[in-house]
Nanobody, 118 residues
């Protein structure tokens, strides 16, 4: 059973930084894609960033140049470094796995809240 546990969310002022972590367990293969999604109540879920087993990354246009996704394979940990945060980044952030990055996630974490004050 795959389990994804996020941490690192919180409240910061605009311009601040946060680093989200996702501890994964139960993964049976390294051939997968991992990513971060975010959702604000009443809005569609947004794919923020992905990283595949080869280390290739993708980012939503809204976060390019400010967010960095990375992965520590031995520790099965996924990270999202978020810099120069704005109030528009306020959302629940979810760690996910996908068989390939273009497909919908097959596993989700419980989410961690990020709140950016103006």
């Amino acid at each position: 059973q795959v389990e994804l546990v996020e941490s690192g969310g919180g409240s910061v002022p605009a311009g601040g930084s946060l680093r989200l972590s996702c501890q994964a367990s139960g993964l049976t293969t390294e051939l997968y894609c991992m990513g971060w999604f975010r959702q604000v109540p009443g809005k569609e879920r947004e794919k923020v960033a992905t990283i595949d087993d080869g280390g290739s990354t993708t980012y939503a246009d809204s976060v390019k140049g400010r967010f960095t996704i990375s992965q520590d394979y031995p520790k099965n940990t996924l990270y999202l470094q978020m810099d120069n945060l704005t109030p528009d980044d306020t959302a629940m952030y979810y760690c996910t796995t996908m068989r390939v990055c273009q497909l919908a996630p097959n596993f989700w974490g419980q989410g961690t809240q990020v709140t950016v004050a103006a």
